[in-house]
């Protein structure tokens, strides 16, 4: 398994707080990438970044900011969190060129109050 | 706007059937198709990965197959066993560092 950590793994907060979640990666891998998985909707993807400073938004990116400032870690923030970001979140890596395998973390389960 | 469909939504069975997955997707120009499983409350673990240009792949008792003209992937799990009871994912990649389009899995659950 690639080397992807999550966290927290679990969160609870109330509406309207700032909330960040963690994904750091030791495969040195150019593409990380943040989803939400919800019952009915399957997983969609929220931002991805392509290479440190370098990201983009996915389907479901309002309400949801990034930033990569090194390759190994990948930052998701929720600047006021509402109650429809209850979710899990996953992070995944891919690897440049090649077969692009993406690999993914543990998820981030959050529940906002 | 590229859509993943899988179908069944779920699927229950004895234990030691042959069985078949099936994943469509609207638009054919896809870099890769990839399967993946998913245990309650887990992450994904990655099954099979096809590239655009094949048309199979095979790991153990699980062979995918990808028809990309017609936009259709299938996962065959041969002798199935209580074990493989998950959710069963199919993904298709755009290429470069675009994300993943998710179906939203087939269930299945093995009998013993």
């Known amino acids: 398994d690639a080397g992807i950590t999550q966290s927290p793994r679990h969160k609870v907060t109330e509406t309207g707080t700032p909330v960040t979640l963690r994904c750091h990666q030791t495969?040195?891998?150019?593409?990380m990438y943040w989803y939400r998985q919800d019952p009915g909707h399957g997983l969609r993807l929220i931002h991805y970044?392509?290479?440190?400073?370098?990201?983009d938004k996915g389907e479901v990116s309002d309400g949801y900011s990034v930033s990569r400032s090194k390759t190994e870690d990948f930052l998701l923030t929720l600047e006021s969190a509402t109650s429809s970001q209850t979710s899990v979140y996953f992070c995944?890596?891919?690897?440049?060129?090649?077969?692009?395998?993406?690999?993914f973390g543990a998820g981030t389960r959050l529940s906002v109050l | 706007k590229q859509e993943v469909t899988q179908i069944p939504a779920a699927l229950s069975v004895p234990e030691g059937e042959n069985l078949v997955l099936n994943c469509s997707f609207t638009?054919?120009?896809?870099?890769?198709l990839q399967w993946f499983r998913q245990d309650p409350g887990k992450g994904l673990t990655s099954l099979l990965l096809?590239?655009?240009?094949?048309r199979e792949q095979t790991s153990g008792r699980l062979n995918a197959s990808l028809d990309k003209s017609s936009g259709r992937s299938t996962l065959y799990i041969a002798a199935s066993q209580p074990g493989d009871s998950a959710t069963y994912l199919c993904?298709?990649?755009?290429?470069?560092?675009?994300?993943?389009?998710f179906g939203k899995g087939t269930h299945l659950i093995i009998q013993p």
């Open positions: 638009d054919s120009a896809i870099y890769n």
């Open positions: 995944a890596t891919g690897t440049s060129g090649g077969e692009n395998i993406q690999y």
């Open positions: 096809i590239q655009s240009s094949q």
């Open positions: 993904a298709v990649s755009g290429g470069g560092a675009d994300g993943l389009t």
């Open positions: 970044s392509y290479g440190v400073k370098d990201t």
């Open positions: 495969e040195n891998h150019r593409y």
